[in-house]
């Protein structure tokens, strides 16, 4: 079936670069999602890719997808304190119509100064 | 727009007695979702909706569950009896069906159930 898988926590210093990495399994995805979760708020998404792109960029965000691979990441360039949150790949199930989105379990970021 | 609308965002409940949360979606989008996060299970996928239909209820734990749509800007997910087990983050999400492809899922902010 499908999965996603994140690693589960990644430490950086402000102003480094943070990389967050993903992998799926399901090689019909049409859409990779980025998703945001602060503490205590729902989901906001960040970007999505489309499945035939290898890289979208969007200020400071820069998405990369390696499909023959499956490996998907999340470079965000300039990291602030802001940015400590919780951070979830996503995958479409497919291209059908009436698709729903899995979720990875999520990489918790952690920012210092 | 005001977003994905949830309520309550807090419930605290004892067992054995039923839970209902609530849902508008974005005005316009077709697809709704409903999810629950725990922090042993992560982010689960309960049952989604396509213009009212259900469409996927695979995810749906138990009978105690249940979930409705009764028009495109009003769901439900019951749970009855409920348990400890079910404490959790609930959360739905709209999306907009374009040419049979969902795109983008917004979320709302969640209700938090904790049963006793």
């Known amino acids: 079936g499908e999965d996603v898988e994140q690693s589960l926590f990644l430490s950086v210093r402000e102003g480094d670069s943070s990389v967050i990495n993903c992998t799926y399994t399901?090689?019909?995805?049409?859409?990779l999602y980025w998703y945001k979760q602060e503490p205590g708020a729902g989901l906001q998404l960040l970007t999505y890719i489309f499945s035939n792109m290898d890289m979208k960029q969007d200020q400071r965000l820069t998405v990369l997808l390696n499909k023959k691979d499956k490996h998907l990441s999340l470079r965000i360039a300039d990291t602030q304190t802001g940015d400590s949150a919780i951070y979830f790949c996503a995958e479409s199930t497919g291209n059908q119509a009436g698709t729903a989105l899995i979720f990875g379990k999520g990489t918790t970021l952690s920012v210092s100064s | 727009d005001a977003g994905v609308i949830q309520s309550p965002r807090h419930e605290v409940t004892e067992m054995g007695q039923e839970v209902t949360l609530r849902c508008k979606p974005i005005?316009?989008?077709?697809?709704l979702f409903w999810y629950r996060q725990t922090m042993m299970r992560g982010l689960e996928l309960l049952i989604y909706?396509?213009?009212?239909?259900?469409?996927?209820d695979s995810g749906m734990p138990e009978d105690r569950f249940s979930a409705k749509m009764p028009n495109a800007s009003f769901s439900t997910l019951k749970i009855q009896p409920s348990e400890p087990r079910d404490s959790a983050v609930y959360f739905c999400?709209?999306?907009?069906?374009?040419?049979?492809?969902?795109?983008?899922?917004?979320f709302g902010p969640g209700t938090r159930l904790l049963v006793l």
């Open positions: 999400a709209s999306s907009q069906r374009l040419a049979g492809v969902i795109k983008t899922q917004y």
């Open positions: 005005s316009g989008h077709n697809s």
């Open positions: 399901d090689s019909s995805s049409t859409y």
């Open positions: 909706f396509n213009n009212n239909v259900p469409i996927d």
